[in-house]
């Protein structure tokens, strides 16, 4: 297996590399480096946890001159944090390299502190496509001496509706860049766009089940729409994870789901494009920090997301393609890590599944959650309205005749109340105070029970 020295990075970055515990290249940094160190454009087709970052931050570190001033890399992410993190990256391995400086430009952010520091030397920039364009349109970021330009996670930005920006933005570097397009999926979007601006790329792929298989046990559990949420929960009890991601379709959903969990007494919280940046970062801290056990997420808001300590990840909506699933689950079993993806599938998503385990050539293991399954789930509905129907058959007529005795009983007790005077008033009133006492008791009792009743199945629900 080849090193960083023999793919051609210098000593310098080579032991800053083994500071950060990086030793050995992976896959698609072993076939990319190569073809970028030559100055040719390259299509990386992989799954972010490969390590394609740095596939394209080590040869830009390669090739940019630090006594130059003026802009020559930029990187564009689809979301903010995935900028940062990028950002973070390249900052471990540009601290002992004089003269270079490296900055984040995204939106959310305060705009008079991102002008303050574009004054400076920033040979490299990392930012959204919106906030890019801002600042070009203000001229605070000029790319004609751009000579390297970064997609990273393209079908993101493009499925976002970020092709007009990333247009704007590769026609304002000079013709003559190399362009480096790295994406988890290749729809014919990306590819219609590789082949508008791109001069005969380099195509490079890393299989998928490759990465998805080796290090992450798979499960699926069979439920139904209604009792999704008892599903979780109870996979909760069972597998109890330490760090869990939990994936959802919507951002509607992902909010819902992440409100009846906090209910149940979970430590959760939601991250989607609905808020505000400043939210997002505290959640991602938070998440870090692992002070938040279980992060619910859609896949736009989770994409490029490297935390570590990852240990489950439940797909409580199935995603629709085989990308799309194993860039979900490939946020567990990171760096050697074991990790296990559990994914959620009602009768209408069979077919989804089947694309699934096609395309990741694994029939993945089947399970219901005991005492939960919609076989038992049904006996438990039966067996509730039996109950109901014998009670209406036996118990109705005897409740209404009791509770017609007594309605006389205290319209009687009334009239002697108010013919009586006296005494015999005072005596009435006792005796009244004690049925009446009988009577709240027994009311009392059946509104316990009814209560506990109630507090029982809204935990089940």
Same mark, same amino acid.
Do not use: W
């Given at each position: ?38 100055g ?30 003026e ?26 390299i ?29 930012g ?17 001496q ?15 509706g ?24 290749m ?17 490079i ?6 990465i ?61 494009g ?26 736009v ?15 409580y ?16 079993g ?47 509905? #039966?067996?509730?309205?039996? &109950?109901?129907? +014998?009670?209406?058959?036996f $118990?109705?007529?005897?409740? @209404?005749?009791? !509770?017609? *005795?007594?309605?006389?009983?205290? #319209?009687?007790?009334?009239? &002697?109340?108010? +013919?009586?005077?006296?005494? $015999?008033?005072?005596?009435? @009133?006792s005796? !009244?105070? *004690? ?17 506990? $009743?109630?507090?029982?199945r809204?935990?089940?629900?």
């Amino acid at each position: 297996m080849q090193n960083f020295l023999q793919l051609g990075i210098r000593d310098e970055i080579n032991n800053l590399l083994k500071e950060n515990g990086i030793f050995t290249p992976t896959p698609i940094q072993q076939q990319a480096i190569p073809h970028l160190l030559e100055g040719k454009d390259v299509i990386g087709k992989a799954q972010t946890g490969t390590g394609k970052t740095l596939a394209f931050v080590l040869p830009i570190l390669e090739k940019i001159n630090p006594d130059k001033p003026e802009i020559q890399a930029i990187i564009v992410t689809p979301t903010r944090e995935l900028a940062l993190q990028v950002t973070a990256e390249v900052k471990k391995l540009v601290a002992k390299i004089d003269k270079l400086n490296v900055l984040a430009v995204y939106g959310g952010q305060d705009v008079e502190k991102q002008l303050h520091k574009l004054k400076g030397n920033n040979q490299i920039i990392v930012g959204t496509p919106g906030r890019i364009i801002d600042h070009l349109g203000r001229g605070t970021i000029k790319l004609n001496q751009v000579s390297m330009l970064v997609l990273d996670e393209a079908d993101q930005m493009l499925h976002i509706g970020f092709l007009s920006e990333v247009e704007e933005i590769i026609q304002r570097t000079p013709s003559t860049r190399q362009t480096m397009l790295f994406s988890a999926t290749m729809p014919q979007q990306v590819r219609s766009l590789a082949n508008r601006y791109m001069r005969k790329p380099e195509d490079i792929r890393v299989k998928d089940t490759e990465i998805t298989v080796k290090d992450i046990k798979q499960i699926v559990i069979e439920t139904t729409d209604r009792a999704k949420e008892e599903a979780l929960i109870s996979t909760i009890e069972k597998f109890r994870p330490f760090l869990a991601i939990i994936f959802c379709r919507t951002k509607r959903r992902a909010s819902k789901l992440n409100e009846a969990l906090q209910e149940r007494g979970l430590i959760s919280d939601e991250l989607h494009g609905d808020l505000s940046q400043a939210k997002r970062e505290q959640v991602m801290r938070r998440f870090r920090e692992m002070k938040i056990q279980f992060l619910i997420a859609t896949d736009v808001a989770a994409r490029g997301l490297d935390v570590e300590g990852v240990t489950h990840v439940f797909n409580y909506d199935i995603p629709q393609d085989v990308e799309s699933y194993v860039h979900r689950i490939g946020r567990t079993g990171r760096a050697g890590e074991k990790g296990l993806a559990i994914t959620f599938v009602a009768q209408k998503d069979r077919m989804a599944l089947n694309q699934i385990e096609k395309g990741i050539n694994l029939s993945i293991k089947k399970e219901k959650v005991e005492g939960h399954s919609t076989v038992q789930r049904s006996n438990q509905s #039966k067996r509730t309205n039996s &109950k109901k129907s +014998s009670a209406g058959k036996f $118990g109705n007529k005897n409740n @209404k005749s009791n !509770g017609n *005795k007594e309605q006389k009983g205290k #319209k009687g007790e009334t009239r &002697k109340g108010e +013919s009586r005077r006296g005494a $015999g008033r005072n005596s009435t @009133k006792s005796s !009244g105070k *004690k049925n009446d006492t009988k009577t709240s008791n027994r009311m009392n009792n059946k509104n316990n029970k009814r209560s506990n $009743g109630k507090q029982k199945r809204n935990s089940y629900r």
